[in-house]
């Protein structure tokens, strides 16, 4: 073997090396599995208070749901959204308050959410 062959395996190993070490500190640091996937399949766009309906297809992370989708909520106004199944079985409802209209329509501080997921609700 080489010597430039065994530099590239001493390269290639550290670089391996360092993308395992990457990850176990993402994961300690608090690091977290993607998204589920949902949709937003209505959302109003007028008015102070305004309803949004998202599908998703398990329960599992709801929260990291509902923070993902309020990130798309970008308009002054109080959303009320709804987290269902597919098949329309409600898993949570939540809030979000975005300026000072989304206060005075959720009463939660700008920019906050709050959700609560309904005890016992599964997606079929």
């Not at 395992?20 to 949709?39: K, L, Q, T």
């Not at 109003?44 to 998703?56: A, I, L, M, P, Q």
């Not at 308009?75 to 939540?94: K, S």
Request: aromatic share 4%; proline share 3%.
């Amino acid at each position: 073997m080489s010597t430039w062959q065994k530099w590239s395996l001493i390269s290639i190993g550290s670089a391996f090396g360092l993308l395992a070490v990457i990850a176990v500190i993402g994961i300690a640091a608090g690091g977290s599995e993607p998204v589920p996937s949902y949709e937003i399949v209505s959302a109003e766009t007028d008015g102070n208070s305004r309803h949004v309906v998202v599908h998703v297809d398990s329960v599992d992370h709801l929260g990291d749901v509902m923070d993902a989708v309020a990130a798309e909520l970008h308009d002054p106004a109080g959303y009320h959204v709804e987290i269902d199944c597919q098949d329309g079985t409600r898993l949570a409802n939540g809030l979000v308050a975005r300026g000072n209209v989304g206060v005075a329509a959720t009463g939660l501080a700008d920019g906050e959410t709050e959700l609560d997921s309904l005890p016992g609700a599964v997606c079929e």
